[in-house]
């Protein structure tokens, strides 16, 4: 039997189809008479990032701080105008984004997570590794990609 879903969790990122996944998740937390949570995880920056001109990691930090909360920001405001109860996160972590991702949706005890992917392939997939992948594989919910366009 299946489970109700009462709380879905939204990881959100810079991509330019972030608005489309919050008008999916919309969709699908109307529904299910859902709540959802927006999430943003940001890695702090290396040290490395000191060596470039003009650039402190205390400046990338807030610069990426301040990212993360507008995209977030944006989403709740779409929740809101499509009727749908909406918080959000932003999360400061060192580990990889997909372990935030599974452990907030683990101790958040969320019903389904619905994420972006851009479907990569190949060499890419290799290269960039896929938050998706390993968020779908781990997560101790169900999980619903939805294709970003390129």
Do not use: W
């Not at 995880?41 to 990691?57: F, H, K, L, R, S």
């Not at 205390?58 to 301040?66: D, F, Y």
């Not at 599974?102 to 960039?128: C, I, N, Q, Y």
């Not at 779908?136 to 619903?144: D, I, N, Y």
């Amino acid at each position: 039997m299946t489970e109700p879903i009462h709380r879905i969790l939204v990881p959100l990122d810079h991509s330019a189809g972030s608005d489309g996944i919050v008008e999916y998740a919309c969709m699908v937390a109307r529904g299910m008479g859902a709540t959802l949570t927006f999430m943003h995880v940001y890695e702090p920056p290396n040290e490395m990032v000191a060596i470039a001109p003009g650039a402190t990691v205390a400046g990338e930090l807030a610069v990426e701080r301040s990212a993360g909360a507008a995209v977030l920001d944006r989403a709740v405001e779409i929740a809101h105008v499509n009727g749908i109860a909406a918080a959000n996160r932003i999360l400061e972590r060192a580990s990889p984004a997909h372990d935030a991702i599974v452990t907030e949706a683990r101790h958040g005890k969320f019903d389904l997570v619905v994420m972006g992917t851009h479907a990569r392939t190949g060499v890419s997939r290799l290269v960039m590794g896929s938050v998706a992948e390993q968020v779908l594989r781990h997560a101790p919910c169900p999980v619903l990609l939805v294709q970003l366009t390129q």
